[in-house]
């Protein structure tokens, strides 16, 4: 679409892959499915928010995930002067989640994300564009996705309140296929005029917030 896309998961896998003390850190948090603390959150997430990716366009993934994270992202958008255009939620049930979230495989070496159901490799195991070894991240394991979710949900009440009283949050049911939610998103994006200044190829239906322009 032409927006930069940021994730706090892959941004936190990189540095837990490179061993950096960041990554130690997170990593103490994530792989028994707590929620790393949002001062750190906020810190490594607005770090990477520069001046030129605000400019273009962002869409965040992923955070904010606590009334915590929202008010430090919205104080540093704050000073920035780029005020938030819109929280995209996208609702799903949560045995849907579990079912998604369990059965994906990424690849230990480019990265590329599989399922073993709705998208699976050519090569059981192998992934197709390096043919490197497909693996199970550790917090993709089923008691730790639904300790996750009991702690999401919990958190996530406080902050859908904080967003619709701001007036910015979205719900999208995000319930069936990827194609249908990634068409559901797109059309919330045309109402609103997200995309009057991207380009025609659509790629990312994990849309969690934009940040204006």
């Given at each position: 679409m032409?927006?930069a896309?940021?994730?706090?998961?892959?941004?936190?896998?990189?540095?837990?892959?490179?061993?950096s003390?960041?990554?130690?850190?997170?990593?103490?948090?994530?792989?028994h499915?707590?929620?790393?603390?949002?001062?750190?959150?906020v810190k490594?997430?607005?770090?990477?928010?520069?001046?030129?990716?605000l400019?273009?366009?962002?869409?965040?993934?992923?955070?904010?995930?606590?009334?915590?994270?929202?008010?430090?992202?919205d104080?540093?958008?704050?000073?920035?002067?780029?005020?938030?255009?819109?929280?995209?939620?996208?609702?799903?049930?949560?045995?849907?989640?579990?079912?998604?979230?369990?059965?994906?495989?990424v690849?230990?070496?480019c990265?590329?994300?599989?399922?073993?159901r709705?998208?699976?490799?050519?090569?059981?195991?192998?992934?197709?564009?390096?043919?490197?070894?497909?693996?199970?991240?550790?917090?993709?394991?089923?008691?730790?996705?639904?300790?996750?979710?009991?702690?999401?949900?919990?958190?996530?009440?406080?902050?859908?309140?904080?967003?619709?009283?701001?007036r910015?949050?979205?719900?999208?049911?995000?319930?069936?296929?990827?194609?249908?939610?990634?068409?559901r998103?797109?059309?919330?994006?045309?109402r609103?005029?997200?995309?009057?200044?991207?380009?025609?190829?659509?790629?990312d239906?994990?849309?969690?917030?934009?940040?204006?322009?």
């Amino acid at each position: 679409m032409g927006i930069a896309h940021l994730s706090t998961g892959e941004l936190f896998r990189q540095e837990m892959k490179r061993r950096s003390a960041l990554g130690r850190s997170v990593e103490r948090y994530v792989t028994h499915g707590r929620l790393v603390p949002d001062a750190l959150v906020v810190k490594v997430m607005t770090h990477r928010l520069t001046p030129g990716l605000l400019a273009r366009g962002i869409v965040l993934d992923g955070f904010p995930r606590t009334v915590g994270q929202a008010k430090g992202l919205d104080a540093f958008l704050k000073k920035a002067k780029r005020p938030l255009d819109g929280a995209v939620y996208l609702d799903c049930s949560a045995s849907v989640l579990v079912a998604r979230l369990s059965g994906r495989q990424v690849c230990g070496r480019c990265g590329a994300i599989y399922h073993v159901r709705r998208m699976p490799p050519k090569r059981s195991g192998v992934c197709d564009h390096c043919g490197g070894t497909l693996v199970v991240r550790p917090d993709d394991q089923v008691a730790t996705i639904k300790k996750r979710l009991a702690i999401d949900h919990a958190e996530s009440k406080q902050l859908l309140a904080y967003y619709r009283g701001q007036r910015v949050l979205f719900p999208i049911n995000g319930n069936g296929t990827g194609a249908q939610a990634f068409a559901r998103a797109m059309k919330l994006f045309r109402r609103e005029d997200w995309l009057a200044a991207t380009g025609p190829e659509l790629h990312d239906a994990t849309l969690a917030a934009r940040v204006r322009r």
